[in-house]
């Protein structure tokens, strides 16, 4: 019943919307829907306003124009004004979003109410509405014959719509005119009767005012009793019943068209309750079609649905890819504005740039013009000044020849003369011949001389080194460190390193002059010279402990310089070796090659100065008790003989005592030095030596030191433990200054309890050891000052003579090796004549007239005086030290070679005859330069005291005594 009652609503609405649409079509030409047509293209066609508003003005023209001025292009507004229109006529509306999506029933059920209200006769409110509408021109008016219904209406209502058509046929005229009062009829003149009824004022008038028009007209008739009424009232009473039966019968017309319509409708209505009947009544079969259909319709609606949801979907997308098109035009457009100003601020450097570059070319345009003209000016110049030259030279010229014809007259007189002289010369040519034949012999004897100069020479050097080990100088060797790696833009102090042991720094804090500083040294290695060259400089030095003599090397330098990379090296591998293991390892070599004839014990002691105790390096007790220093005297050598003293017999031995003695080393960091050395280390080779062929005994002591750095406290940046440890450290560097000083300066007294560094170094320093530092330097020149204070101690050590070095050697030969350097010297005495004779030879040689004096007799024989001869041939050195020839080794190498000699020994002898006093004559010089002609001869007896600077004689030195060493506390290498 529910689906009947449905489908019979649903036919109902269908029914409605049919008659608008009737209705419409007949409206308006342009409205060609079906009547069967849905809702929705009822809606699709009414949904934009326009068809409403042309309805609206269709049935009320104009009636728009007073609702906010005519049509609108927003369909809403249009909307908006068609129901202002029929709220205004008290008609029901509609909600324009029920025409937009809602049920569409309210817009039919308006619609028909319009239509109803303007077909069932609302001319009345229609006009008077129409009437509040301003004016309008006036509509066509029909007069062909009779007019159809609608078009009656239409016209009725555009004829009350203009009221100013006539006079009567306004609406208050028309009232005016029909509104008499009772008598008034009868007296219309005929005239006016006429004009009322040709001007069809009859048409506009209200039905009312028609009827009111009668009855008055009536009312006059009866109340006259008489019943005359006027012709012309008659004849209007005529035309306005004509009027009202015309209005009558259009009103059954209508009737009857709506009786016609309402009929149509029935048998609509009735067929469709037939259909509905027949579905009722029907069978399963169409029931099931009908569901079908159904089914057909909602999956159609559903597929509608789908594709409207699609669109809707396409729609969402498109309104997106429209945002994201706007929002890349807007990146677009903001990029463009960002180049356009990158642009524009580009051309703006451009043209700055241009300018500057114009106003620059202009600049060089006026240079240019200017150089132009001062190298006009100067062309000029030059032009005159050699036009003025070459008349100089025409005059030089004429004043040349003048000159060349004198010069001719006097040749030829040159010549004459010439010829007298010739004669003159080849008497003295043949002369000369037997002079120079003469000289021949001289010279043979000369070359035979010149051939051994060189070997005298070499000779004489070595011999003057062996002066120099006499004298007992400390030596003292320069090594300049290499830049780090990460140090390669810093730039260097040393300026120039001379192959003679010159090294020159450069100080750019000062000026001039005072910026440089040369200083010489024994040598000097550059940063390229390896661990294995610089080793082999000293190794005679270290190879003279197997015969006996003390020996210490120590590196002297500021943090950093490179004091453990010379004593200890940077590692194990075999070329870092430093000083120490390739001392040892040297030791160990020859001991092996002269175990034939020697049998060497070797043991090794290594302690530490910190903090100014000495700390056993070897021992494995943390808690050490402080260690004595004992005083040089000791016949053991020993200086600190509470140290462990461990027995090694090979290089690997060595290799881990050292390694345990650097593990146990003081080292801390300081702001130069990632790991710097706090203390001073000493390692100690003790050796004892058996000459198995005759029984004698020697002992030597090799100390190896590495110093603490010498740095100053400010700059290494050191507070609290490190501070202390800073100003231990350079007070007993400083001691060690006093000390250098003191033995420089041959004082009295030598302040070596200063410090436990100078007590330990005393035996070393002062007594008759072979000593060589080695002076670190770093080449930055950030520590320039440092270096130089560095070198200038270093400079002062090398002038300290400790006398000549003696070898702890105990036997019978001793006596023996007293007089072979007697002999020695007596030797060298001799070669340096010798070197004297041919410098004086050589001399002679260069300016042959000065060879002869008058009597002819050789210069060379008299180039000494009788007193010089006697000088030289009973010269003596005096101090016949026995260690000279000690220090010859086994094989072949000895302490006095020329690897110690100082460089003057090198230089020529031409300079040092220019420079002043001979090698030998200096050799014989006392300190304070005054000759010694009063030495011993060689022959004779060793004297007691040595003349060099030697602090006791050989024999109040020569040991006493057996070697009495104290059994060590000896410890087993792990
Ligand atoms: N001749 C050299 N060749 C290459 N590197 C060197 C040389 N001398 C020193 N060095 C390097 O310089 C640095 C400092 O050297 P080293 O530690 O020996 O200085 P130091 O004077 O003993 O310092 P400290 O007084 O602080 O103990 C180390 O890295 C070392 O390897």
Redesign the pocket.
């Given at each position: 019943m529910g689906t009947f009652g449905g489908q019979f609503e649903d036919f109902h609405a269908d029914d409605r919307r049919a008659e608008v649409i009737d209705w419409l079509g007949g409206l308006l030409p342009e409205f060609d829907l079906p009547l069967d047509s849905s809702d929705e293209e009822l809606r699709e066609y009414l949904i934009d306003g326009t068809a409403l508003c042309y309805t609206a003005d269709k049935l009320m023209p104009g009636v728009l124009e007073g609702v906010w001025g005519g049509y609108a292009s927003d369909h809403r507004s249009n909307v908006k004004k068609f129901l202002s229109v029929v709220a205004e006529m008290g008609l029901p509306g509609f909600s324009v979003k029920d025409l937009e999506e809602g049920s569409m029933s309210s817009i039919v059920e308006c619609l028909l109410a319009l239509r109803d209200n303007v077909s069932t006769g609302l001319g009345e409110n229609m006009s008077n509405y129409a009437a509040k509408t301003p004016s309008r021109p006036v509509a066509p008016v029909s007069t062909q014959g009779r007019r159809s219904p609608g078009e009656d209406r239409r016209r009725v209502l555009w004829d009350a719509k203009s009221p100013q058509r006539s006079p009567l046929l306004s609406g208050q005229k028309t009232n005016e005119v029909f509104q008499f009062k009772r008598g008034q009829y009868t007296d219309i003149p005929a005239a006016k009767i006429s004009e009322m009824i040709q001007s069809n004022s009859l048409d506009n008038a209200p039905t009312q005012s028609l009827l009111r028009v009668v009855n008055g007209i009536l009312d006059e008739s009866i109340e006259r009793k008489r019943g005359e009424i006027p012709h012309r009232v008659v004849y209007l009473l005529r035309n306005v019943v004509q009027e009202i039966e015309h209005r009558i019968s259009i009103q059954a017309e209508h009737i009857r068209n709506q009786n016609n319509i309402i009929k149509t409708r029935e048998d609509k209505y009735r067929s469709k309750i037939k259909a509905l009947e027949t579905l009722v009544n029907g069978t399963n079969e169409e029931n099931e079609m009908a569901i079908n259909r159904l089914e057909l319709v909602k999956v159609e609606k559903s597929k509608i649905d789908e594709r409207r949801k699609l669109g809707e979907q396409d729609m969402v997308r498109l309104i997106r890819e429209k945002e994201d098109a706007e929002n890349t035009v807007n990146n677009l457009r903001q990029e463009i504005q960002v180049m356009s100003k990158m642009f524009e601020e580009y051309r703006e450097q451009m043209e700055a740039k241009t300018n500057q570059m114009e106003e620059h070319l202009t600049l060089r345009a006026k240079e240019a013009e200017f150089l132009l003209m001062q190298s006009k000016k100067r062309i000029e110049e030059v032009e005159t000044a050699s036009e003025l030259q070459s008349q100089l030279w025409s005059k030089k010229a004429n004043t040349f020849r003048s000159f060349m014809d004198n010069q001719k007259l006097s040749i030829k007189d040159i010549r004459i003369s010439s010829q007298s002289i010739k004669q003159e010369m080849f008497a003295l040519q043949m002369k000369w011949r037997d002079e120079i034949s003469n000289i021949g012999l001289d010279l043979k004897g000369l070359v035979d001389a010149a051939e051994n100069y060189h070997g005298v020479l070499a000779e004489n050097q070595k011999l003057f080194n062996e002066v120099q080990e006499l004298k007992g100088n400390i030596r003292v060797y320069c090594?300049?460190?290499?830049f780090?790696p990460g140090q390669d833009g810093k730039s260097t102090a040393v300026d120039y390193i001379g192959e003679n042991g010159e090294i020159l720094i450069s100080n750019p804090s000062k000026q001039g002059k005072d910026g440089y500083r040369m200083f010489k040294f024994n040598k000097v290695?550059n940063?390229h010279?390896s661990?294995a060259e610089v080793f082999s400089d000293i190794q005679p030095l270290i190879r003279s402990v197997l015969d006996g003599f003390n020996v210490c090397i120590f590196?002297y330098?500021?943090?950093?310089?490179?004091?453990?990379?010379?004593?200890?090296g940077?590692g194990t591998s075999k070329e870092d070796w430093g000083v120490n293991y390739r001392a040892l390892n040297d030791l160990f070599d020859i001991s092996l090659k002269r175990r034939n004839t020697f049998s060497y014990e070797v043991e090794v002691q290594m302690v530490e100065i910190y903090n100014e105790q000495v700390r056993d390096l070897l021992s494995n007790d943390i808690a050490q008790k402080r260690l004595g220093i004992w005083s040089t005297s000791q016949p053991n050598g020993l200086v600190v003989p509470d140290a462990s003293l461990i027995p090694v017999k090979s290089t690997s031995d060595v290799l881990d005592l050292m390694e345990i003695g650097q593990a146990n080393r003081a080292?801390g960091s300081?702001a130069?030095?990632?790991?710097?050395?706090?203390s001073h280390s000493i390692l100690t080779v003790h050796v004892r030596g058996l000459d198995v062929k005759n029984g004698s005994t020697s002992r030597g002591c090799l100390h190896l030191i590495?110093?603490?750095?010498?740095e100053r406290v400010e700059r290494s940046e050191a507070t609290g433990d490190r501070l202390k440890e800073a100003q231990h450290i350079n007070k007993s560097l400083s001691a060690l200054g006093d000390v250098i000083f003191a033995l420089a300066q041959k004082n009295a007294h030598v302040p070596y309890r200063n410090s436990k560094l100078t007590q330990v170094l005393q035996s070393s320093l002062g007594g008759q050891a072979k000593t060589l530092m080695f002076v670190?330097v770093n080449p930055d020149v950030e520590s320039c000052s440092e270096t130089i204070s560095t070198l200038k101690f270093a400079e002062r050590v090398s002038g300290v003579e400790l006398g000549a070095a003696r070898s702890n050697k105990e036997g019978k030969d001793i006596k023996d090796l007293l007089e072979q350097v007697a002999s020695l010297k007596d030797t060298i005495s001799r070669k340096d004549m010798e070197i004297e004779q041919l410098q004086v030879l050589k001399c002679n040689v260069k300016s042959p007239s000065s060879l002869t004096d008058k009597s002819g007799s050789s210069l060379v024989k008299q180039s000494f005086t009788a007193s010089q001869q006697n000088q030289l041939i009973s010269g003596s050195i005096g101090s016949g030290e026995p260690e000279y020839e000690d220090n010859a080794s086994d094989d072949g190498c000895s302490v006095g070679e020329t690897e110690y000699s100082i460089g003057s020994a090198s230089e020529p002898a031409a300079d040092r005859t220019q420079k002043g006093p001979s090698r030998l004559t200096r050799f014989f010089l006392t300190k304070n330069g005054q000759p010694a002609a009063s030495r011993p001869k060689p022959k004779e007896p060793v004297p007691k005291t040595t003349p060099i600077g030697r602090r006791s004689s050989i024999a109040s030195q020569a040991p006493t005594g057996a070697f009495s060493i104290k059994p060590p506390k000896k410890r087993v290498v792990p």
């Open positions: 090594r300049v460190r290499p780090l290695f940063t010279v661990q590196a330098g500021q943090t950093g310089s490179g004091k453990t990379y010379t004593m200890s940077p080292v300081t130069l030095n990632e790991r710097s050395s706090r590495d110093l603490a750095g010498s670190q």
